[in-house]
C-alpha cells in the first residue's frame, strides 16, 4: 500500500518561501506517475499546483508559475514544494498526491497524503 | 474549465438517493470528469473517474455520468458514512481544475 505524508514548517513569514516535502513510502518514486501538489484554501475548494515526473520535466498552474517549483530526490523517494513571495492568500492544507502516468488514457489523482497546514503569518 | 457545483448543500436522511450535479464552462474531453469524497480532517477519496468509472473499493450505490459539460454523481442509498464534502475535478485540459463541493448533510 503506497502512502504519501507531508512534512514541513506549518508556519512561514510573508515573503519568505514556503518549503513542503512529500515522501512516498510502499513504492518507488520512480514509478509512472506524476508527482502532484494541490492545495486547499480555507473554507474554499482545491488548487491544482503543479506535478512533476520522476526524471524531471514539472508543469504547473499558470497562476502559480512565476513563484513554485517541484522538484524530485529518487535517492530519498521524496519530492518536494517551493513557494516563493508567500503572502497571506497562501495559507492552506497542502496535499501532496500522485496520478497515474497517461498511456491510452489518462485518470486522476489516486492517492493523497493527508495534507499540512501552512500558515503564513508574521 | 470552470466547475460548477450545485446544490451547494444538500440536507437529506440516511436510505435516501442523493444527486449531486457538475456543470463545466466548456466541455470536458474524452469525460475525464472525476469526484472526491471527503470527510472532516481527511484526504480527498478518488470515487468516480472517467464519468462512470468506480475506483478501487468504491460501494455501486455511488454511480456517476454524463459527458460534454453536464456530470452527475447519484448516491442511491446513503450510508452515515456518506455524509461529507463531494467535489468533481476535470483532468482534460490544464489547469486542473476542482468544483466548489456540495456538503452532504442530515
Known amino acids: 500500500q503506497v502512502q504519501l505524508q507531508e512534512s514541513g514548517p506549518g508556519l512561514v513569514k510573508p515573503s519568505q518561501t514556503l518549503s513542503l516535502t512529500c515522501t512516498v513510502s510502499?513504492?518507488?518514486?520512480?514509478?509512472?506517475?506524476?508527482w502532484t501538489w494541490i492545495r486547499q484554501l480555507p473554507g474554499k475548494g482545491l488548487e491544482w499546483i503543479g506535478y512533476?515526473?520522476?526524471?524531471?520535466?514539472?508543469h504547473y498552474n499558470p497562476a502559480l508559475k512565476t513563484r513554485v517549483a517541484i522538484s524530485v530526490d529518487t535517492s530519498g523517494n521524496q519530492f518536494s514544494l517551493k513557494l516563493t513571495s508567500v503572502t497571506a492568500a497562501d495559507t492552506a492544507v497542502y496535499h501532496c498526491?500522485?496520478?497515474?502516468?497517461?498511456?491510452?488514457?489518462?485518470?486522476?489523482?489516486?492517492?493523497w497524503g493527508q495534507g499540512t497546514l501552512v500558515t503564513v503569518s508574521s | 474549465i470552470v466547475l460548477t457545483q450545485s446544490p451547494g448543500t444538500l440536507s437529506i436522511s440516511p436510505g435516501e438517493r442523493a444527486t449531486l450535479s457538475c456543470r463545466a464552462s466548456?466541455?470536458?474531453?474524452?469525460?475525464?470528469l472525476a469526484w472526491y469524497q471527503q470527510r472532516p480532517g481527511q484526504a480527498p477519496r478518488l470515487l468516480i473517474y472517467?464519468?462512470?468509472s468506480r475506483a478501487t473499493g468504491i460501494p455501486d450505490r455511488f454511480s456517476g455520468s454524463g459527458s460534454g459539460t453536464d456530470f452527475t454523481l447519484i448516491i442511491s442509498r446513503l450510508e452515515p458514512e456518506d455524509f461529507a464534502m463531494y467535489y468533481c475535478?476535470?483532468?482534460?485540459?490544464?489547469?486542473?481544475?476542482f468544483g466548489p463541493g456540495t456538503k452532504v448533510d442530515i
Open positions: 472517467g464519468a462512470s
Open positions: 498526491a500522485r496520478a497515474p502516468v497517461c498511456s491510452s488514457d489518462c485518470y486522476p489523482f489516486d492517492n
Open positions: 466548456q466541455s470536458v474531453s474524452s469525460s475525464y
Open positions: 475535478h476535470q483532468y482534460s485540459s490544464s489547469p486542473f481544475t
Open positions: 510502499g513504492g518507488s518514486i520512480s514509478s509512472g506517475y506524476y
Open positions: 512533476t515526473y520522476h526524471n524531471g520535466y514539472p
